[in-house]
């Protein structure tokens, strides 16, 4: 599966953006989808996923309670809602696929191409 990720940008602190990865090929539905995020000089980390209906999700305590994962397997598309927003969430944002639960970096093997978001006054 091929993904393309979406939605960044320069938000102001205490702002909200929706991301959005489209994802092209066939088995879309049969994939777990995710969101990582890389910040300068950090490592790239796990923020949430989103299992095959869409019914269960899991988050980073990082994101937890100010971000909400989706998808609409329809349009080959996953989300990620990321309202109060803080300096500290500026990155870049990746979205992958796994076929299988995780929150680990190599049990997801294609990756969108990122899309930078910068939260700043």
């Known amino acids: 599966v091929q993904l393309q990720a979406s939605g960044g940008g320069l938000v102001q602190p205490g702002g909200s953006l929706r991301l959005s990865c489209a994802a092209s090929?066939?088995?879309?539905?049969?994939?777990?989808m995710g969101w990582f995020r890389q910040a300068p000089g950090k490592e790239r980390e796990f923020l949430a996923a989103v299992s095959l209906s869409g019914s269960t999700t899991s988050y980073a305590e990082s994101v937890k309670g100010r971000s909400t994962i989706s998808r609409d397997n329809a349009r080959k598309t996953i989300y990620l809602q990321l309202d109060s927003l803080k300096p500290e969430d500026t990155a870049v944002y990746y979205c992958?696929?796994?076929?299988?639960?995780?929150?680990?970096?190599?049990?997801?093997?294609?990756w969108g191409q990122g899309t930078q978001v910068t939260v700043s006054s």
């Open positions: 992958a696929a796994s076929s299988s639960w995780s929150k680990y970096e190599s049990a997801y093997a294609s």
């Open positions: 090929g066939r088995t879309f539905s049969s994939l777990i």
